[in-house]
């Protein structure tokens, strides 16, 4: 047969994929969600084949059907169809008893058994050199979840989650290996292709911070910083940890070298500043300034406002807002134009605004608010979802002692 002699490479994380090197068969090349499915089942079960009650169970699980045998044979004769249409010279799926089982004549070759023993040489690695050589072959290899469009399958998530978790934890050990070495431009490296596969995980991006410093990037620190925060409010719902709020830190403190020109100075602060809108800044920003305002005003014996502006609407079977990401925009665009310069306003979380009112009492607080809301609902293109605020008054007893 056409196949002997050469290997075909079969690829189960990410987007399925069969290539003798030559003629390739994907996902999209099947289109059919049950064919792919059926086909990987068997490149599973290739050593020993799969029974027809097991692969019924597991196309199946909840149908009630009056002839699963009849579908399965009509399935597996689908699959190989699409096989020979790349492949005529190779039949795919052979008859075995009580079941199917793949030609043990074709030579597979898969991304998953390449996981595995680049995985079993990281472990076994004598020094940081072989280890390391390891874990880049498993970075290398992983390409996303384990058939990724099919994690709702029962027979799918253990061994999604098995090999992602496994896959994160290389990454996490490779990235802190380079940096110890003080490999930065690598630990960059294999921190961004990371976030690409899973930007939900901190630790990740944390590393990617880390190596932009070492390598003196910090204006890119700081851009991936923001798109952090972006991920961690709209997609999460969460703040940032306290690693990535030092990071941040760190970067500010080192962004700008010694610079004795003034002027130079001068015209860099005064860079995209907006003197007419109230400024808006990341968290750990708003706490320094409420720090130093609530100084400025107990000198001055003034009191300061904050208030908590929160979206009130019920999520739905996934917890998720599905208009908050948009609402939460126009809502920024009206307390930016609508409250005074010198207050401030953060995000606080994916359905909250923080705003800082310096110099301000609750008898002021109460109608900027009422305005504000005003404001947000007159905005076109705004959903049904109601926005209320909470607003706490401090320093207002140092204000009233002095009246």
Known sequence: MASQGREFRVRLFG???????????????????????????????????CSSHDLIDALWPDADSNNPQGALKNLVYRLRKKFSQVWPDTECVLTSPGGYILNPDIPLALDTDEFTEAHN??????????????????????????????SPEHWVIPLQAFYHNTWLRAAH????ILEAGEKYGEVVEVCQKAVLIDPHDEQLHCGLIRGLIGENRF???????????????????????????????????????????????ERDLAE????????????????????????????E????????????????????????????????????????SGDVITRYSS?????????????????????????????????RAKVRYTMKCLLEKREDKRQ
């Open 121 to 150: 040489a990281a472990e076994s690695a004598a020094d940081d050199a072989g280890r390391v050589q390891a874990l880049k072959k498993m970075i290398e290899v992983y390409r996303g979840r384990l058939l990724a469009d099919y």
């Open 15 to 49: 987007k399925f994929e069969i290539s003798d090197g030559e003629r390739t068969l994907t996902d999209n090349d099947i289109n059919s969600g049950m064919v792919t499915k059926l086909a990987a089942l068997l490149i599973g079960h290739r050593e020993t084949g």
């Open 219 to 265: 204006p890119e620190a700081e851009d991936h910083y923001r798109k952090v925060l972006r991920i961690l409010y709209n997609e999460i719902g969460e703040q940032p940890g306290g690693e990535l709020r030092r990071l941040y830190d760190l970067v500010m403190q080192q962004h700008h070298r010694e610079e004795r020109d003034l002027e130079k100075i």
């Open 301 to 340: 014996e003034k009191s300061i406002v904050i208030a908590l502006l929160s979206f009130s609407q019920s999520a739905n079977d996934e917890g998720i807002y599905p208009k908050t990401v948009r609402d939460m925009d126009i809502l920024r665009n009206v307390l930016s134009e609508s409250l005074r």
């Open 173 to 176: 050990t490779l990235s802190a």
């Open 272 to 299: 995209g500043s907006d003197s007419g809108r109230a400024f808006f800044c990341v968290y750990g920003t708003f706490k320094k300034i409420y720090e130093l305002q609530k100084r400025r005003l107990e000198r």
């Open 351 to 383: 359905t909250q605004y923080l705003v800082m009112l310096p110099g301000c009492g609750e008898k002021e607080a109460v109608p900027i608010m009422e305005r504000l809301l005003k404001d947000y609902y007159a905005s076109p293109g705004r959903s």
